[in-house]
């Protein structure tokens, strides 16, 4: 089936022919044949995440995004003697402080302006005032901007203090070359619909063995609960508690084979890197401004300032939506913004010719 356009947003994104056909199957969440996809899914996670498979397990949960960062607060986290740090620099930060509040996990926010990256320096003096400190969150991919936040430099200053990590890497993971073995993180989480192109429906974990072993009866929420999921994946193996998204499923499967067959994660983020720099070049000499410094800039997802005060997002969306794009609007609270996306099933060429159709816009605007 053609599709009216294609997405140019950073979850749910443009997904193959294949793995959207991969969805034509319906299966019983008992049926051998699903478990040994499951767990099939479990074990290249922790290939394409470079984990091994030793030290690491990954679990699958049924829900968006979200629904994993939520399962791993309320599970890592037990509901005394813990204290938790998160670095802040746009929405996404932000929400593991709501997720933090509604749990009544006592928190310290270390918020930074949403067009800089996390500063280690910041973080290594906030860990020295606050040395009760024993978890720590933070996002790799901040989504809100597309600023890549510098992870490799902030986790050993957790492993030096012994302080459990938690890092949200839903929108590089599959996208962005990562060694949770180098990286040595205790808990990282990332979703089906963002650079592993599948579709959503559920959220996965990657979670050091032996620090997992040790939250059970630390969660506030039956379907949220992290270690009971891998208690039942571990005991049955390739079984879910509860209905999973049986479709989804496999369509991720396919979306697994498809990221092995382009040649791996390294391959796809040089695809994302060339899609990121022929939108960011082509839009500057459209006469758009960055939000964020290049040097921050990450692959995955762009921030283009409004030209003008009075530039009319809806008008320039639905342009754009007519002519076979859609893109995100901004998320940057303090600068009018919007956003484009350049994972998914995209290439070079279908930003070249996004750029063609918003150049036909200004043209048509300019000649009013
Ligand atoms: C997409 C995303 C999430 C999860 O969002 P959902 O809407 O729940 O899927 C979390 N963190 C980051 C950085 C993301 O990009």
Avoid at 176 to 185: E, K, N, R, T
Avoid at 217 to 226: T, V
Wanted: aromatic content about 10%.
């Amino acid at each position: 089936m053609k599709q009216p356009y294609l997405l140019l947003t950073p979850g749910p994104l443009s997904t193959t022919a294949t793995v959207k056909a991969a969805m034509q199957i319906d299966y019983c969440t008992w049926d051998q044949d699903y478990r040994n996809i499951t767990e099939s899914v479990r074990s290249q996670l922790l290939a394409v995440a470079q984990a091994s498979p030793e030290r690491y397990t990954s679990i699958l949960i049924q829900g968006s995004g979200s629904y994993g960062v939520e399962a791993t607060i309320g599970t890592a986290i037990p509901p005394e003697g813990a204290l938790l740090m998160i670095a802040i620099n746009g929405a996404y930060g932000q929400r593991i402080s709501d997720i933090a509040a509604y749990y009544q996990i006592p928190h310290i926010d270390i918020c930074f302006d949403e067009d800089q990256a996390v500063d280690p320096a910041r973080i290594a003096q906030a860990l020295d005032a606050h040395p009760e400190v024993t978890h720590f969150a933070m996002i790799h991919s901040e989504t809100t901007t597309g600023i890549l936040n510098p992870i490799d430099q902030i986790m050993p200053l957790l492993k030096a203090r012994h302080i459990i990590s938690i890092i949200d890497a839903m929108s590089s993971l599959g996208g962005v070359p990562l060694s949770v073995d180098q990286l040595g993180c205790d808990y990282l989480i990332s979703s089906a619909n963002k650079c592993i192109q599948g579709v959503p429906g559920f959220a996965f974990v990657i979670a050091n063995r032996q620090q997992l072993a040790q939250t059970a009866g630390n969660a506030r929420s039956l379907c949220l609960d992290l270690y009971d999921q891998w208690q039942t994946m571990t005991k049955f193996p390739g079984k879910w508690r509860f209905t999973s998204p049986t479709h989804v499923v496999h369509a991720f499967s396919q979306a697994l084979k498809e990221l092995a067959l382009e040649g791996g994660v390294t391959k796809r983020y040089q695809r994302y890197r060339e899609n990121q720099e022929v939108l960011s070049t082509g839009m500057q000499q459209l006469g758009f401004t960055l939000v964020i410094q290049p040097a921050v800039q990450g692959p995955i997802i762009t921030s283009f300032k409004y030209p003008t005060p009075t530039f009319d997002f809806p008008h320039f969306y639905q342009f754009l939506k007519a002519h076979g794009f859609v893109i995100y609007p901004g998320k940057v609270t303090t600068t009018p913004s919007f956003r484009i996306g350049s994972i998914g099933d995209v290439t070079p060429s279908d930003i070249k010719q996004l750029l063609t159709v918003i150049a036909t816009y200004q043209h048509q605007a300019s000649s009013h």
